[in-house]
């Protein structure tokens, strides 16, 4: 077994507010090994660009460990810290706000180039700028390279974002929400550009969206993680998380999703959740944080204990205790009845 | 020509709506048309010169149908839901076009030609709309309750107490607590119950028409699921007719009788839903179609992405704005626009080659190799 290139152990991070501490991010861990795709998937406030944040290593977690090639980046020396720096890159969500607008983009891929003495002149630096422009799809390259940002699109330059990410040939990019400003019809390619990377350098991508649709595109090969009020809750391949979901918040995500077909999304079978509303942070529900929410809690399980995230088999972990039970008895995990206690009024349905 | 209206209390009115719901938006609809818009063109002042937004848009609705405008930012979509409410900003105008509309009286007249003062009583009280981020719609030092006491006083209304209880009314209708909304302040409410509200306070004054843009846009997945259902309700028990813009297709298939698609100020195909989904007759919208990957299902479904970008509306190309980017294109796209022409079954399309367009992704492919057109 090699070694993961990075490594999440029990990561908690709490925020102090106004309203009292938060916890943001729960005791999440995983593993990333050379060439992974994850996808962290979950809603406003999960806590995923958290848990980002902190791989990246621009928020340092309240307890917990990163792990980059089996050392703490929180321990490192100042060349072990730099090396981790230049391995592991961000992409941010905003093409906007992130790329610096009185820099040409030229000059914002030779700066760094240039910078860790990854080429010894400009002249090998706009070289090298030119092959990381035809990388990421921008062609023909004098179209870019003396333009500045404002003079693209959204979706050009989330592009330069990626190319920019590439110019210290990174182990392990990580994307924040990296596609979900861009315009349907450009997503695609650019998710096409990143699978390119992946498939062709090995990088790895630890990859934040909210999308599922997109998880299924991206991370097809990969590996799911979901994501609720700052707790891992269910994590596994793929093709299995989406197909057949096993924690009931997952499920009643893949079947809140409107489908782009009309026979079929108005006959999908929805999953009648018993609350709207997601717990506030400053006053979490006790057990299961999903409790107050899932049509199949037990009262006086679900609403006192907490539920580990169960290994389950075939890579499958889910922290809910009616699904482990389900299928430490054989069932499948989704044969669950509902508890009929609705609980919350819904008022004229 | 009236359509008879029907015997609202001699049908039961579960039967009532699923007849009715079989035939909407379909060609076999005889639902009377309630707003027509005629030659729209709709254009912002830029430093540049005017930028045409809308170009030439015809679109025509019928009564008790949902209509959805789908497009990608900069497709005029918005634009167009602003203009019928005569709500643009200072910098834009509309330069030519009509907008027929048919009041809850029969009366027809023309949107953009009346005065101010005679629109203002259109307003709110035939035509409503919600606004895309609603919790920047909502006035942040008013309470629930004043924002929509003070838009029916607007209106005319001077009972308190019968606003009130139509207030409560609306609020349960969209499956708020109408005890902790009524006396909140917007700040004290998440993004989708203040768009809730929001749909409550477009339906105050019964309007006939309502404009929804980007519903759903910026909310969680589950809170989408819960506004989808409740204007689906809502449709059902108050028979509006409804136009919304989303950049979404699957909240068209979701919601939609007819679909839109806009692409650089053009409508290039209406269409019924299915239709539109189904035999998509222009390039565009099969291309938006490939690029929206299905959930459901445990197999890969590859996808191919539409190549180069959405045109800079200063510099719209010559002939169908879509050629650069079509893979049908062949000489005559780039000299000809070509006009929106019924293709069967109401269904409408602006292409010169609508009879060679499949869902094929084939085609597609031999195109990625198109140069990004830098604006």
């Given at each position: 077994m090699t070694e993961p290139v990075m490594s999440l152990k029990n990561l908690v991070r709490e925020f102090d507010t106004r309203g009292g501490l938060i916890?943001?991010?729960?005791?999440v861990s995983f593993d990333l090994n050379q060439g992974d795709i994850l996808c962290l998937v979950g809603e406003s406030g999960s806590g995923k660009t958290t848990v980002a944040r902190m791989a990246a290593g621009l928020l340092k977690p309240t307890r917990g460990q990163v792990l980059y090639e089996g050392k703490d980046i929180n321990e490192m020396s100042k060349d072990e810290f730099s090396r981790y720096r230049k391995s592991v890159q961000i992409i941010h969500q905003d093409p906007y706000a992130s790329?610096?607008?009185?820099?040409?983009i030229g000059d914002m891929l030779r700066a760094p180039l240039l910078k860790h003495k990854i080429v010894k002149n400009r002249r090998e630096a706009t070289k090298r700028a030119a092959e990381l422009l035809e990388l990421v799809d921008c062609r023909p390259v004098e179209n870019f390279?003396?333009?500045?940002?404002?003079?693209?699109s959204g979706g050009q330059r989330q592009r330069i974002s990626v190319a920019r990410a590439m110019t210290l040939n990174p182990r392990v990019i990580i994307a924040d929400?990296?596609?979900?400003?861009?315009?349907v019809s450009i997503r695609v390619s650019l998710l096409n550009t990143m699978l390119k990377l992946r498939n062709e350098l090995g990088v790895t991508f630890l990859f934040i969206t909210h999308d599922l649709a997109v998880v299924k595109y991206f991370a097809w090969e990969g590996n799911v993680g979901v994501m609720y009020v700052g707790k891992l809750i269910e994590h596994g391949r793929t093709p299995q998380l989406i197909?057949?979901?096993?924690?009931p918040y997952t499920r009643a995500l893949a079947a809140a999703i409107p489908e782009a077909d009309p026979d079929l999304t108005r006959s999908k079978e929805k999953l009648q959740l018993r609350s709207l509303d997601i717990p506030n942070l400053n006053n979490l529900p006790s057990g299961c944080v999903f409790h107050p929410r899932c049509p199949y809690w037990e009262k006086g399980l679900c609403d006192t204990v907490v539920p580990p995230l169960v290994?389950?088999?075939?890579?499958r972990e889910v922290a809910c205790h009616p699904v482990v039970r389900s299928i430490q008895n054989?069932?499948?995990?989704?044969?669950l009845e509902p508890?009929?206690?609705?609980?919350?009024d819904r008022a004229a349905d | 020509m009236t359509a008879p209206t029907p015997q609202?209390?001699?049908?039961?009115p579960d039967a009532r709506i699923d007849d009715r719901a079989a035939i909407?938006?379909?060609?076999?609809s005889t639902a009377p048309t309630i707003l027509s818009i005629e030659d729209l063109w709709v254009e912002y002042k830029t430093p540049f010169g005017w930028m045409q937004a809308v170009r030439g848009v015809n679109l025509d609705v019928r009564q008790g149908e949902a209509v959805a405008l789908i497009g990608e930012s900069g497709s005029g979509k918005s634009t167009m839901g602003f203009a019928l409410l005569r709500m643009?900003?200072?910098?834009?105008?509309?330069?030519k076009g009509k907008a027929m509309y048919r009041d809850s009286k029969g009366q027809t007249y023309d949107l953009f030609s009346m005065d101010n003062k005679a629109f203002r009583k259109i307003r709110w009280e035939e035509c409503a709309m919600t606004f895309q981020a609603a919790q920047n719609s909502l006035?942040?030092?008013?309470?629930v309750k004043d924002t929509f006491w003070e838009t029916a006083k607007a209106h005319g209304r001077r009972n308190r107490k019968e606003v009130e209880e139509r207030t409560l009314e609306l609020l349960r209708m969209v499956q708020l607590d109408p005890k902790r909304v009524?006396?909140?302040?917007?700040?004290?409410?998440s993004g989708g119950m203040r768009q809730r509200v929001s749909i409550a306070l477009s339906l105050l004054l019964e309007p006939q028409l309502i404009i929804l843009d980007?519903?759903?846009?910026?909310?969680?997945i589950l809170t989408q699921r819960a506004i989808i259902d409740v204007i689906r309700n809502l449709r059902d028990q108050l028979d509006f007719t409804m136009i919304f813009i989303s950049h979404d297709l699957s909240l068209a298939a979701e919601l939609a009788d007819r679909v839109a698609t806009m692409y650089a100020g053009e409508i290039v195909e209406y269409g019924p839903v299915r239709d539109t989904f189904?035999?998509?007759?222009h390039p565009y919208t099969v291309g938006l179609l490939n690029a929206v990957p299905p959930i459901v299902g445990e197999e890969f479904t590859p996808l191919t992405a539409i190549p180069g970008s959405t045109p800079n509306l200063l510099k719209v190309p010559s002939g169908c704005p879509f050629h650069p980017r079509c893979?049908?294109?062949?000489?005559?796209c780039l000299r000809e626009d070509p006009p929106l022409i019924d293709?069967?079954?109401t269904h409408l399309a602006a292409c010169h080659h609508h009879d060679k367009v499949?869902?094929?992704q084939d085609i597609w492919e031999r195109?990625?190799?198109v140069a990004e057109v830098v604006g």
């Open positions: 916890t943001a991010v729960d005791n790329l610096n607008p009185i820099h040409t390279i003396d333009k500045y940002p404002h003079q693209l929400e990296a596609v979900s400003m861009v315009d197909g057949r979901s096993l924690h290994d389950v088999g075939n890579g054989g069932g499948t995990g989704r044969d508890t009929g206690d609705m609980g919350v | 609202k209390d001699q049908v039961a909407r938006g379909t060609a076999a643009l900003v200072r910098s834009a105008r509309i330069a006035n942040p030092v008013m309470r009524f006396d909140a302040y917007p700040h004290e409410l980007e519903p759903t846009t910026a909310l969680d189904y035999s998509p007759k893979p049908y294109h062949t000489e005559i293709v069967g079954g499949t869902k094929d195109m990625e190799d």
